[in-house]
């Protein structure tokens, strides 16, 4: 892996776990600066992981620092300002998920980045956990073959638990950060407050499956039924809908609370069947766990459980970020991509408005 110069933007809880712990422990990597409006909170991050300089924000950052590359972990509404002002500048850049608040500004964020010829990439990092890498092989293995019949539907679920998973609390110094004004994006006229709450709701808890469930399928979906029972003005936990291929998908999302991770995908083909359950976002060292069972015809069935390199999905992004921006990786999670949870959200909420259901 060759050198390249990052400059972070946040160091909060998920900053400094999730991400500045990761790309720290890439060789090759320099962790130049960082932006962060607690000063001796980013004070205190930079000594730890021997970052030169800080700026009290991202523009001040930009402007001096030299840069290869921005990881933005901040609040998703602080999204569209960020890419923007990091593309303008002429840096590589990714962000936590979701892409944006609007469909309208991350198709022009997601342009601007080719036109840029720049890496913008979204932080979708399931699809870098080793164990979804090996499902969707697989899937596609079975779709290519046709040994095992067409693909009939995928089921892809999350119950939430503990997602924190026993990890140490982050730097924090208990300073909060200045204010200064940011670019906002603006509501749709279309959408009332209430839908817009639930809209940036869904894209924050469960675009992660949905996207997961593109990923795995290989495919686009759109949704046929959506289940009206809002719950605290929030969009409603089960949908169905369909495959570009004619195989359905169903999205379940019950707000179940216990303390494990629930979370996964399952596939159904005529012949097999792919299982998957995700291991707690910011477990350490642990991958999804899968298992695919094939039953040729005229032959004899069997299960497969892969023995695949146990590098969680938030360490494994950090490296295929890195080798991407190097020309070295095609990006597994780029924003014309992530745009489409957006897209979706925003045709889910539209749709229940017009039923009522924020009434």
């Known amino acids: 892996m060759g050198g390249i110069r990052i400059g972070f933007v946040g160091a909060g809880y998920m900053g400094q776990l999730a991400h500045i712990q ?50 933005a972990i ?4 602080l999204n569209a300002e960020l890419v923007e002002d990091a593309l303008n500048a002429g840096k590589h850049v990714i962000t936590e998920k979701p892409q944006v608040n609007t469909s309208a500004k991350g198709r022009e964020l997601a342009d601007l980045a080719v036109a840029k010829k720049l890496v913008y990439q979204v932080g979708y990092m399931k699809r870098c956990d080793p164990g979804m890498r090996w499902a969707k092989a697989k899937v596609a293995e079975w779709k290519q073959s046709g040994a095992f019949g067409p693909m009939l539907s995928l089921r ?17 110094a208990g300073d909060e950060a200045a204010k200064y004004p940011s670019r906002f994006e603006p ?7 209430h839908a817009w709450k639930a809209h940036t709701s869904w894209t924050n808890f469960y675009s992660h499956q949905t996207n997961l469930a593109r990923y795995v399928a290989g495919e686009d979906f759109a949704l046929e039924h959506l289940n009206r029972n809002a719950v605290g003005k929030t969009v409603s936990h ?37 299982t ?35 590098v969680d999905g938030f360490s494994e992004q950090a490296r295929l970020f890195v080798q991407t921006v190097l020309g070295e990786e095609t990006p597994l999670s780029p924003a014309a991509e992530a745009l489409k949870e957006v897209e979706l959200s925003e045709s889910i909420v539209r749709r229940l408005q017009e039923q009522g259901a924020f009434a």
């Open 22 to 71: 990761n790309y720290w422990k890439l060789p090759g990597v320099e962790l130049v600066a960082l932006a962060e409006g607690r000063a001796r909170t980013a004070a205190q991050v930079a000594k730890a992981y021997g970052i030169a300089e800080t700026y009290g924000h991202h523009r001040e950052m930009l402007a001096k620092a030299k840069l290869d590359a921005v990881v």
């Open 74 to 77: 901040t609040p998703f509404h």
């Open 156 to 172: 892809v679920w999350c119950c939430h638990g503990d997602w924190q998973w026993f990890r140490e609390p982050a730097i924090n």
């Open 187 to 193: 509501k749709p006229d279309w959408m009332t407050e």
């Open 238 to 274: 089960f949908h169905t809908g369909r495959f570009a291929s004619g195989a359905a998908v169903h999205l379940d999302f019950p707000s179940h609370q216990t303390n494990h991770w629930d979370e996964g995908v399952e596939v159904y083909f005529q012949r097999a069947k792919l």
């Open 276 to 310: 998957a359950r995700m291991p707690s976002p910011l477990a350490e060292r642990q991958i999804a766990e899968v298992a695919a069972y094939e039953n040729p015809e005229g032959g004899e069935a069997r299960e497969i459980r892969p023995s695949l390199r146990c």
